[in-house]
């Protein structure tokens, strides 16, 4: 007899979604992001995995649910990533300071930030999430023994951008305009990624041009 998950709706059950939500929620507080599998959470939620796959999209898609974000970060770097290394600085700024400007996508991450500040089990899952999704996916994209110390450096400035403007509303960032603080910050966090700029290299646009890279 066969006992493996069936695909599709499970019978008997209305909401299928909210039940892989709660199964993924408990298990995320309890394991930690990494620990956690699709497979084991399908198993536990008595669904196939591919029905999972079918609502959230991907385990960060799962994730993002369960955080009640509209607007994933880690989905949003992935889809940086696909472009130009050279100019992601800038690229990376401008998305977030548009996406968290947006009260349909920044409100819901102020949201979970500020839960995180008050609950030490919630920072410890965003913590996972962000190391896998967002450290360690650059980290991937970079070259050189220490490409996952500048990729977190790099994380982690953009997270006090987001802490000094929106949680603190910290003058002047929290008034300056997208194009002020890509072209304020994005040399700074072009550095972290790769090194000083030499001295016949071009300064890079508000738009992220293509500077000179030392490698």
């Known amino acids: ?7 599709g709706r499970r019978p008997g ?3 299928v979604r909210a ?34 796959s079918y609502y959230f999209g991907s385990k960060r898609g799962l994730f993002a649910a369960v955080l009640q974000l509209t607007m994933n970060p880690a989905d949003v770097l992935a889809s940086l990533l696909e472009g130009e ?32 500040v008050a609950d030490p089990e919630l920072a410890t899952l965003l913590r996972g999430g962000l190391q896998r999704e967002m450290v360690d996916r650059l ?16 994380v982690g400035q953009l997270g006090g951008l987001v802490f000094t403007r929106y949680v603190l509303a ?7 305009t997208a194009d002020e603080i890509v072209r304020t910050l994005g040399p700074a966090l072009r550095t ?15 738009d992220g041009g293509r500077p000179a890279v030392r490698r």
């Open 139 to 154: 980290a991937d994209r970079l070259s050189g023994a220490d490409a996952r110390h500048r990729a977190g450096t790099f």
């Open 85 to 116: 290394l050279e100019s992601l600085p800038q690229r990376a700024i401008r998305a977030l300071v548009v996406g968290w400007d947006r009260p349909e996508t920044g409100l819901p991450l102020l949201t979970a930030v500020r839960a995180a």
């Open 192 to 206: 972290t990624l790769f090194g000083p700029v030499t001295g016949h290299a071009r300064r890079p646009d508000a």
């Open 13 to 15: 059950s209305p909401d």
């Open 19 to 52: 039940q892989i939500l709660a199964v993924a929620r408990d298990r995320f507080r309890r394991e930690g992001y990494e620990a956690v599998t699709m497979r084991s959470l399908a198993a536990e939620a008595g669904v196939d995995a591919a029905l999972i």
């Open 170 to 176: 910290v003058e002047p960032l929290a008034s300056m």
């Open 1 to 7: 007899m066969n006992s493996s998950p069936r695909r």
